[in-house]
């Protein structure tokens, strides 16, 4: 379903309304590294993650009848501002349905992105009927955070992007690290390099306890996690790997990596220091391989896409801590 | 002596090896100012500042029998950093006189950046006389921090880059705020605009206290700071501003701003949670002015050059606790 195709044209979509994020690098971090480190900000993004270019490639698909009726979305965290802001800029209505206790920061952020959210109580409602109720009254599209074709194309850009960066700069055979919830930037870029740089391998990052893709790439058959909350990286926190994400991922990409929560609170700070960029923890996994799993890897450069800045101010002062 | 011709060349010089920072906005941030925020976060420029610009210009100016015998600077901040990388990628030495009392870290990376760090005693020794005895001896080329031609072109191209940006995102009208310390950054970019954007105005932000560059544009004279230190923006505070580039920015650049240590520390906050980027004080008071003093700025837009990003992790974690 999803393909080179559907991605290039999510590209056309996307030009003039999705940031170009550039490749940043740091002798320091190639020192701790041992070979050369691109790092592709993503917290640059719009709505500080790549979860944007999804939530724009999708909206813009839909036909005008069907966008003008609204989107729809569950989630309280990034891709639920990446909704909400795509929507709005297309000057359609969104509805975003997100738990009643989650932090008054991101229920006020995506309000004030122009999005409507409903609360749902966690413990006693169900949000799939909550949604479903709302999407059928009112004839909303659901856009689904990861699996979804045109979801997965508009992230698959950042991989155009990468293959034409990493050209840029000589870099010809390399390994591409991917923060990796349930797969949707993964299997982009996956599929973006397979056709524009296919020897650049993308490779999924995971926090340890929650990796599911990477022990479902070491059995060939999905695995489940066991716990779905109880780790910093909450961005990256998924059930399971998608149903289209993962076949995607399992026929193109490198093996994974589960990562420490003090590896990405270290790498945090190091970017902080380094990049002079801000990470979440889920979104700095990629770039905690990189720097401290050195032996994972092969050959004289390694990509890292740092796909989130959304981090919780306490979360960051923990991190800066490892500086002292 | 500085002219957009230099600007031009020396922009050819720069030309893939440094950095062309993107732009940077929130609709939240438009929403604080009243108008829209282009920012340009020259945090994530090589070394962490725009000093690279012109360390590379004025390194990259020399002829070749004079770079090969290595260059010099005194700096404890972001000069050094950008004049040892630039050095160091010409595959030339370049000595730092730094005292003895700067932070370890900045020593440190002063040294991994490939330069020579000579230390001094700030209360009993002149590092001018160090400075000049060392290079004397070696024949080496002092690197001065702005009052130097070819160093206030190497900065010009930050305007020029803003010239172009500017008129792809339709701001045909607006201030440029700009972290004044010497007036380097500050009157490389008016003369970029003078001639490329003539309907962008510069205007210098400095520190409460140290806004030496204010008050000298009010009398139409040089005026100096009573104090030399004590201030958490400490990458701006200058004596006074230079010979060269005080004419240029009294012929081009519209009033200035005092900003207080209070209002960069919520800017670096604001840089944080909105922009994703790190700011150290003195690279933050420029979005300080474009966020808290609305009504000394006239248009629909604002251009805010976000100048460093070498912040302690004790001020950042400072910064922070305005979000809690």
Not at 89 to 105: C, E, K, N, T, Y
Not at 150 to 174: F, P, S
Not at 210 to 227: C, K, M, P, W
Not at 280 to 301: Q, T
Request: hydrophobic share 40%.
């Amino acid at each position: 379903m999803s393909s080179i195709e559907m991605i290039e044209a999510a590209a056309e979509r996307l030009s003039g309304h999705v940031r170009r994020t550039p490749i940043l690098t740091s002798p320091f971090l190639d020192e701790i590294a041992g070979r050369r480190v691109l790092v592709k900000p993503e917290c640059l993004q719009h709505t500080g993650s790549f979860k944007f270019r999804g939530a724009w490639s999708a909206i813009s698909a839909l036909d005008d009848h069907t966008r003008g009726r609204g989107v729809i979305a569950y989630s309280s965290g990034n891709h639920a501002q990446g909704v909400a802001l795509a929507a709005s800029r297309h000057g359609i209505g969104a509805v975003i349905v997100m738990p009643s206790d989650a932090p008054q920061l991101k229920i006020a952020n995506t309000r004030a992105l122009g999005a409507e959210v409903v609360l749902y109580d966690r413990q006693n409602e169900s949000r799939e009927a909550i949604g479903e109720a709302i999407a059928q009254e009112r004839g909303l599209t659901l856009i689904r955070p990861y699996d979804e074709p045109q979801v997965i194309a508009g992230q698959g850009t950042t991989g155009l992007e990468i293959a034409e960066q990493a050209h840029a700069l000589d870099v010809t055979k390399a390994d591409v690290l991917v923060c990796c919830g349930g797969g949707g930037l993964t299997s982009g870029i996956a599929l973006a390099l397979e056709s524009r740089a296919p020897s650049l391998r993308a490779r999924p990052c995971e926090p340890e306890g929650f990796d599911d893709v990477r022990r479902s790439l070491e059995t060939g058959q999905i695995q489940n996690n066991n716990a779905s909350s109880g780790n910093i990286c909450d961005a990256i926190l998924t059930p399971q790997p998608g149903q289209i994400t993962f076949p995607i991922i399992k026929r193109l990409c490198g093996p994974g990596f589960a990562i420490t929560e003090e590896e990405a609170l270290r790498a945090m700070a190091l970017a902080f220091v380094r990049l002079k960029i801000v990470l979440e923890p889920g979104g700095a996994v990629s770039l905690a391989a990189a720097l401290f799993r050195p032996d994972e890897i092969e050959g004289d450069a390694v990509i890292v896409v740092a796909s989130g800045g959304n981090a919780d101010p306490d979360i960051f002062g923990r991190a800066l801590e490892f500086l002292t």
